[in-house]
């Protein structure tokens, strides 16, 4: 167990509202990232961070944005949620000798 | 191009059979590190099993064993007395060097195992 916590697990809004997920570690990792899993995809990042205030965007990160004020909680905004970001998002985080990714149990979201 | 192949969407698996789940890869690094994760229908994401590109052996988890070919580029998953458990989607991933430890996955292979 990673200690890592996904808010909320799930979610219905609407077209145009604005989303925030929320993931939350409790063992001080540095790396966290933001995945959606969509069918026929496998699981592709939205963003990930280094550190404190430190972001990268992944291979589909248009139409969202993240922030990391603290250490242990990595923020992802869908700032006007669209339909096409139906999906399933995974957070993660990098641990252990071989840095292997432990993710949390996931938020389903669906943009009516 | 992909990066990571698995060729098989789904399989389906006499319960006690062993199962190899393919999975090819694709990068130019001498440096990088293979990954195999279960994702039952229950949704979350388990990790299995690592394979690092210098490892000379082959890794094993318990049941689990990854069959590295390196000048193949190939990381099959092979899973030995299969129990119905074992019914998941599995995905084979790969992190190349100095990628901030970003993780590339497959699309997946969807494994059923029969009683």
């Known amino acids: 167990d990673a200690g890592i916590t996904q808010s909320p697990r799930h979610k219905v809004t609407e077209t145009g509202t604005p989303v925030t997920l929320r993931c939350h570690q409790t063992?001080?990792?540095?790396?966290m990232y933001w995945y959606r899993q969509d069918p026929g995809h496998g699981l592709r990042l939205i963003h990930y961070?280094?550190?404190?205030?430190?972001?990268d965007k992944g291979e589909v990160s248009d139409g969202y944005s993240v922030s990391r004020s603290k250490t242990e909680d990595f923020l992802l905004t869908l700032e006007s949620a669209t339909s096409s970001q139906t999906s399933v998002y995974f957070c993660?985080?990098?641990?252990?000798?071989?840095?292997?990714?432990?993710f949390g149990p996931g938020t389903r979201l669906l943009v009516l | 191009a992909q990066k990571i192949t698995q060729t098989q969407p789904g399989m389906f698996v006499q319960e006690k059979e062993a199962v190899t789940l393919d999975c090819t890869y694709d990068?130019?690094?001498?440096?990088?590190?293979l990954f195999w994760y279960k994702q039952p229908s229950s949704g979350e994401m388990i990790f299995l099993i690592y394979?690092?590109?210098?490892?000379?052996q082959n890794a094993t988890e318990g049941r689990y064993s990854l069959n590295f070919q390196k000048a193949r580029k190939s990381a099959n998953l092979v899973i030995s007395a299969s129990q119905l458990g074992d019914s998941a989607m599995y995905f084979c991933?790969?992190?190349?060097?100095?990628?901030?430890?970003?993780?590339?996955f497959g699309k997946g292979t969807r494994l059923h195992i029969l009683p």
């Open positions: 063992e001080n990792h540095r790396y």
């Open positions: 394979q690092g590109s210098y490892d000379e």
């Open positions: 961070s280094y550190g404190v205030k430190d972001t």
């Open positions: 990068t130019s690094d001498q440096s990088y590190g």
């Open positions: 991933a790969m992190r190349e060097a100095n990628r901030d430890d970003k993780i590339i």
């Open positions: 993660a985080i990098s641990a252990g000798v071989v840095e292997t990714q432990y």
